[in-house]
């Protein structure tokens, strides 16, 4: 399994020890450090010994840190955990057991406990809701990619064919993989909470092209869908994708962005509830819009 960081010292032991907590035995556990400078190497070696593989490399991004442990990982199955997120001790059994009982699967996900910094409960990231049914998915991603990278396991096989994360893009390089994998493989889910993802934590993206990389890759991955996903539900994917995207840019004061992104998602829906959506947009753009004038 592989842990990218980037001077996270304080948070990464409680990390590789939810790992080694595991009631299946972690062969091999690989910290990509990400350009540390907080004594995250002196730390690994004092506390952990040679039961961790640490490997140093100049500041480059977390995709570039996980394909980096992606190359070096030597196991038939392949998992993730980012340094603030914690796997839960039957992770590994439970997740192993799906892909053994479903050969021709190449990645199974399991539901998310998401939690503040205190590692406090705030809700379940419930997988089921979006993903209705285990195997061929990528109509219901389509509507949702939102993938916790430490929730998956996947089969070497998969990174072998498809590679790993885009290292072009400086944010949502998660949702790109997870639509790429649904595009060649079958995906299941074990429907337990089985990690503790903390938000609201600085990450190690940045977080200024969040929106506008969202609706690249959904764009990608619904012209690449075309002919295979029923134009509908593509659409459909297309305008859920605008709306959210909208209303974020109103958030940020972007207001000719969203109002571009509201106007694309109305003539691809007519969907009652999303063309609700739309609707609420121009109360909620036109208040964040004269709240901005006023002098703080």
């Given at each position: 399994?592989?842990?990218?960081?980037?001077?996270?010292?304080d948070?990464?032991?409680?990390?590789?020890?939810?790992?080694?907590a595991?009631?299946?035995?972690?062969?091999?556990?690989?910290?990509?450090?990400?350009?540390?400078?907080?004594g995250?190497?002196?730390?690994?070696?004092?506390?952990?010994?040679?039961?961790?593989?640490?490997?140093?490399?100049?500041?480059?991004?977390?995709?570039?840190?996980?394909?980096?442990?992606?190359?070096?990982?030597?196991?038939?199955y392949?998992?993730?955990?980012?340094?603030?997120?914690?796997?839960?001790?039957?992770?590994?059994?439970?997740?192993?057991?799906?892909?053994?009982?479903?050969?021709?699967?190449?990645?199974?996900?399991?539901?998310?406990?998401r939690?503040?910094?205190e590692?406090?409960?705030?809700?379940?990231?419930?997988r089921?809701?979006?993903?209705?049914?285990?195997?061929?998915?990528?109509?219901?991603?389509?509507?949702?990619?939102?993938?916790?990278?430490a929730?998956?396991?996947?089969?070497?096989?998969?990174?072998?064919?498809?590679?790993?994360?885009?290292?072009?893009?400086?944010t949502?390089?998660?949702?790109?993989?997870?639509?790429?994998?649904?595009?060649?493989?079958?995906i299941?889910?074990?429907?337990?909470?089985?990690?503790?993802?903390?938000?609201?934590?600085?990450?190690l993206?940045?977080?200024?092209s969040?929106?506008?990389?969202?609706?690249?890759?959904?764009?990608?991955?619904?012209?690449?869908?075309?002919?295979?996903?029923?134009?509908?539900?593509?659409?459909?994917?297309?305008a859920?994708?605008?709306?959210?995207?909208?209303?974020?840019?109103?958030?940020?004061?972007?207001?000719?962005?969203?109002?571009?992104l509201?106007?694309?998602?109305?003539?691809?829906?007519?969907?009652?509830?999303?063309?609700?959506?739309?609707?609420?947009?121009?109360?909620?753009g036109?208040k964040?819009?004269?709240?901005?004038?006023?002098?703080g």
């Amino acid at each position: 399994m592989i842990i990218p960081t980037y001077n996270r010292r304080d948070l990464l032991p409680r990390a590789i020890d939810s790992v080694l907590a595991q009631t299946r035995t972690v062969n091999e556990i690989i910290v990509i450090d990400d350009g540390s400078t907080d004594g995250t190497d002196d730390m690994l070696r004092a506390r952990y010994g040679d039961r961790v593989r640490y490997v140093w490399q100049p500041n480059a991004g977390v995709s570039a840190a996980r394909n980096h442990g992606l190359r070096l990982a030597q196991g038939r199955y392949l998992a993730l955990l980012d340094s603030d997120d914690l796997w839960l001790p039957e992770k590994t059994a439970l997740q192993v057991a799906f892909l053994q009982a479903h050969p021709d699967f190449g990645m199974v996900l399991c539901d998310v406990e998401r939690v503040d910094s205190e590692y406090r409960h705030i809700d379940v990231f419930r997988r089921r809701d979006t993903l209705r049914e285990d195997g061929w998915v990528l109509r219901w991603i389509l509507h949702n990619p939102a993938l916790a990278p430490a929730s998956v396991l996947l089969r070497r096989d998969v990174v072998d064919q498809l590679g790993g994360f885009d290292e072009g893009l400086r944010t949502a390089e998660d949702l790109e993989f997870h639509l790429r994998v649904a595009r060649h493989w079958k995906i299941g889910v074990v429907e337990q909470a089985l990690v503790r993802a903390m938000r609201g934590h600085e990450g190690l993206w940045a977080p200024d092209s969040t929106y506008d990389d969202y609706v690249r890759v959904v764009e990608a991955a619904v012209a690449d869908a075309r002919g295979s996903v029923d134009d509908r539900g593509l659409d459909e994917a297309l305008a859920g994708t605008y709306v959210r995207n909208a209303r974020g840019m109103l958030i940020r004061g972007r207001w000719k962005d969203g109002a571009t992104l509201a106007r694309r998602a109305w003539r691809l829906t007519r969907d009652a509830q999303l063309r609700g959506q739309i609707k609420a947009l121009v109360p909620f753009g036109l208040k964040r819009a004269l709240r901005s004038l006023v002098p703080g």
